[in-house]
């Protein structure tokens, strides 16, 4: 098993463009999870995602969305980029069934916006 | 709301040498805490999480409801230790969404 996938790696952006960030959990987890990660900080979360439906939303605005298909794949999608959203993202699948709620991570997307 | 503090952004120590990671959280109700770790050029990675209690590479931490801490420690720090160290916080009404500190940077000098 490869663990969890993103793409792409790194890519750059200008103010105002839109993004799309992909994720392929690890093979029989069911829930995906986003988190942002500036520079200095710890991850925080964007959204969670649970049988194709969204469970959870952290602080963010309506600029940011996402949606799980039904191989439990996951895009991340950013409107009207600005610059702070610079930030690494990153993916992280679990089962989330009674407990194994263990998050593994993916190695992350990159995204610089100029 | 919830909030994890994780007080020393850099940490170093000679090997050999005890290392404590210091951790505090808020929050009313009764957390899921979690330490994660970051290697160089790797990813993400649990280390260990308070209910399962057991020593992961050497390091435990133990839960403190009274003082709101999940300090993490190990007796002789190694010099494979030095990585990015994540305390993290999951509610257990809300399963999936884990709440991060800012980390602390382990350097464990020869």
């Known amino acids: 098993d490869t663990g969890v996938t993103q793409s792409p790696t790194h890519l750059i952006k200008t103010r105002g463009q839109q993004v799309t960030l992909r994720c392929s959990p690890i093979?029989?987890?069911?829930?995906v999870s986003w988190y942002q990660q500036v520079l200095g900080q710890g991850p925080q979360f964007i959204f969670q995602y649970y049988e194709k439906e969204e469970r959870g939303r952290g602080n963010f605005p309506d600029r940011f969305s996402a949606r799980q298909f039904p191989n439990y794949s996951s895009e991340l999608n950013v409107n009207a980029l600005l610059l702070g959203d610079s930030a690494l993202y990153l993916c992280a699948s679990s089962w989330t069934n009674q407990g194994s709620y263990e998050q593994y991570f993916g190695p992350g997307t990159r995204l610089t916006v100029t | 709301a919830q909030r994890v503090t994780q007080p020393e952004k850099l940490l170093s120590v000679f090997k050999g040498a005890p290392v404590e990671l210091k951790c505090n959280y808020s929050?009313?109700?009764?957390?899921?805490l979690f330490w994660y770790v970051q290697y160089s050029r790797q990813r993400l990675q649990l280390l260990l999480r308070?209910?399962s209690r057991e020593s992961i590479k050497g390091f435990t931490a133990d839960l403190n409801k009274g003082e709101t801490s999940f300090h993490l420690k190990k007796p002789f720090a190694q010099e494979e230790d030095s990585a990015m160290y994540y305390c993290a916080l999951m509610k257990g009404s809300t399963l999936g969404r884990l709440y991060f500190g800012r980390g602390t940077q382990l350097t464990v000098w020869p």
């Open positions: 929050y009313s109700g009764s957390p899921e």
């Open positions: 308070h209910i």
């Open positions: 093979s029989g987890h069911k829930s």
